[in-house]
């Protein structure tokens, strides 16, 4: 089985930088993904950690510690676009996995 | 240009009426899936295909069924739909495991 763990809120104000952290514990793992997901929208890929370390892109980078079973997203110079869902998820035997989601609120 | 297509974004369905999901892809990606979303919780896998090999998660119910005739298609068929699949699906492909693309989702409601 699997499972992973992220805080279900989480608020900050324009600007800001704000960490979403994700631990998981699962059979088999290959990856932790990053999505994004807007409002009655689809869930949109932000990024990918195979191996541990910081992967960076644009305002988002994201850091994998496999030793851990523990990553995070950090979103930096929020913006009021950033509000949305976001959610980890595992690479496992050929299929993602998602976890509950954090809501993330950007304040003016 | 969209490279997952799902039709209809919006679908009203009876109790117990049979009812179909369209999703068709323009990457050519070997990998289907088909998750389950209802309202503020996790994408939920239901099955997924890699070619036209079909896998099916354990705890996905015997009134989902899917079917997949070629690459750029992909079906989900609910033979008697309750009020609990009421949900939004979601149909996703990718080069690898690590990157899906998602269409826009179908908005299922059953009434």
């Known amino acids: 089985g699997q499972s992973l763990e992220q805080p279900s809120e989480v608020t900050a104000v324009e600007g800001a930088i704000v960490q979403i952290n994700c631990t998981y514990q699962t059979s088999g793992f290959y990856g932790l993904s990053w999505y994004q997901q807007h409002d009655g929208g689809a869930p949109t890929f932000l990024s990918y950690n195979g191996l541990d370390g910081l992967e960076e892109t644009g305002r988002f980078s994201s850091f994998l510690s496999r ?3 523990y990553g995070y997203l950090l979103l930096q110079e929020l913006q009021m676009k950033d509000s949305a869902s976001y959610f980890c998820a595992v690479n496992q035997g050929g299929k ?5 989601g954090t809501e993330l609120s950007v304040k003016p | 240009d969209a490279m997952v297509i799902q039709n209809p974004r ?3 369905t009876q109790f117990g009426k049979p009812v179909t999901l369209s999703c068709s892809q323009t990457l050519n990606h070997n990998v289907m899936y088909w998750y389950q979303q209802k309202s503020s919780q ?3 896998l239901l099955f997924h295909y890699y070619d036209k090999d079909f896998n099916n998660e354990a705890d996905t119910p015997d009134n989902f069924q899917s079917r997949r005739p070629n690459t750029s298609f ?8 309750g009020l609990g699949d009421a ?4 149909c996703a492909t990718g080069p690898g495991r690590e990157k899906l693309f998602f269409g826009s989702g179908t908005q299922l409601s059953v009434l």
């Open chain 2, 87 to 90: 949900a939004m699906y979601l």
């Open chain 1, 96 to 100: 993602l996995i998602f976890g509950q």
């Open chain 1, 67 to 69: 030793s851990d079973s």
């Open chain 2, 10 to 12: 919006y679908q009203v």
């Open chain 2, 74 to 81: 992909c079906f989900l068929d609910i033979r008697s739909p």
């Open chain 2, 42 to 44: 996790a994408p939920k």
